[in-house]
């Protein structure tokens, strides 16, 4: 059935059925080959749709919509011409020689960190620095908490406690973006762990910004082992003052994720494994 949404043409149902299947990623296994399987699976689903919309920002107001989401999910897909060409047109802006259209910005500039290095995030944490505008700087910090070097994640974090550089507002939202990228998951953890007692110092008066700290770092765990960490820590730790239910339900999330993979896991890989077979 979902191979239909390859020929799929109206927004709504593309969306809903490409983000269903978009979703099995994150509950996969972290660094598994099982991945790759769905990856290339988005691919054959979207490949008609980007052949017909193209890379270009034009067309219909529906068009440019589709054509938005499209790259997106081909980049999460790891499609190479699509990240060749974010590449490309990410550098050129960074360096001043194009513009990229509003709409397709923040999935350039993400994807465009991604896939550079330390010299292009070193340019978007200058642009972040110069510029005023309130959401540029949150679009800059989940581009630079996209970067797959670690040290330049570890340099983020601590710089987010420096409210000369990022304000005090912004530090949960450094974390959770740093959170959500697989290379900065398990850093982001350790990094509150660590500075608990800032945290604490500085936050505890704000009891939703701790409780959405607590969510987001609890929620990034991908192993039971770091699970079994959490839970420890939060046992000897308190909750923060939240009441405890923050934790708990953050808690219940990860391990629904853990239960729908003993249950599903091998059903789920060996139906992506036969689409496989069947698509090649």
Same mark, same amino acid.
């Given at each position: 059935?979902?191979?239909?949404?390859?020929?799929?043409?109206?927004?709504?149902?593309?969306?809903?059925?490409?983000?269903?299947?978009?979703?099995? @990623?994150?509950?996969?296994?972290?660094?598994?080959? $099982?991945?790759?399987?769905?990856?290339?699976?988005?691919?054959?689903?979207?490949?008609?749709?980007?052949?017909?919309?193209?890379?270009?920002?034009?067309?219909?107001?529906?068009?440019?919509?589709?054509?938005?989401?499209?790259?997106?999910?081909?980049?999460? =897909?790891?499609?190479?011409?699509?990240?060749?060409?974010?590449?490309?047109?990410?550098?050129?802006?960074?360096?001043?020689?194009?513009?990229?259209?509003?709409?397709?910005?923040?999935?350039?500039?993400?994807?465009? @960190?991604?896939?550079?290095?330390?010299?292009?995030?070193?340019?978007?944490?200058?642009?972040?620095?110069?510029?005023?505008?309130?959401?540029?700087?949150?679009?800059? @910090?989940? =581009?630079?908490?996209?970067?797959?070097?670690?040290?330049?994640?570890?340099?983020?974090?601590?710089?987010?406690?420096?409210?000369?550089?990022?304000?005090?507002?912004?530090?949960?939202?450094?974390?959770?973006?740093?959170?959500?990228?697989?290379?900065?998951?398990?850093?982001?953890?350790?990094?509150? @762990?660590?500075?608990?007692?800032?945290?604490?110092?500085?936050?505890?008066?704000?009891?939703?910004?701790?409780? $959405?700290?607590?969510?987001?770092?609890?929620?990034?765990?991908?192993?039971?082992?770091?699970?079994?960490?959490?839970?420890?820590?939060?046992?000897?730790?308190?909750? =923060?003052?939240?009441?405890?239910?923050?934790?708990?339900?953050?808690?219940?999330?990860?391990?629904?994720?853990?239960?729908?993979?003993?249950?599903?896991?091998?059903? =789920?890989?060996?139906?992506?494994?036969?689409?496989?077979?069947?698509?090649?």
């Amino acid at each position: 059935m979902t191979k239909y949404l390859r020929v799929e043409k109206a927004y709504n149902p593309m969306y809903v059925g490409l983000s269903k299947i978009s979703k099995i @990623i994150s509950l996969f296994e972290r660094n598994s080959d $099982d991945i790759l399987n769905v990856q290339r699976y988005l691919q054959y689903l979207v490949e008609p749709q980007l052949r017909t919309l193209g890379l270009e920002d034009k067309g219909t107001v529906q068009e440019r919509k589709g054509r938005k989401f499209i790259i997106s999910v081909a980049a999460m =897909a790891n499609d190479t011409n699509v990240l060749q060409n974010i590449t490309t047109r990410f550098q050129e802006w960074l360096h001043g020689k194009n513009s990229i259209p509003i709409e397709l910005k923040a999935i350039y500039i993400i994807n465009g @960190i991604k896939m550079t290095g330390n010299d292009e995030w070193e340019k978007l944490l200058r642009k972040y620095d110069a510029t005023n505008d309130a959401n540029l700087k949150r679009l800059y @910090i989940n =581009a630079l908490s996209a970067s797959n070097n670690q040290s330049l994640l570890r340099r983020l974090l601590e710089l987010s406690k420096d409210h000369t550089k990022i304000p005090k507002s912004e530090i949960m939202n450094v974390v959770s973006a740093v959170s959500g990228s697989r290379a900065g998951e398990e850093m982001a953890w350790n990094f509150v @762990i660590e500075n608990w007692k800032y945290f604490i110092d500085t936050f505890s008066g704000d009891l939703f910004l701790m409780a $959405d700290l607590i969510d987001t770092v609890i929620s990034s765990c991908h192993s039971e082992t770091q699970l079994m960490k959490i839970k420890e820590f939060f046992s000897c730790h308190g909750d =923060a003052g939240t009441g405890g239910l923050v934790v708990n339900e953050a808690i219940e999330k990860v391990e629904a994720i853990f239960r729908w993979r003993k249950k599903n896991y091998n059903d =789920a890989r060996n139906w992506f494994q036969y689409i496989q077979s069947e698509i090649e």
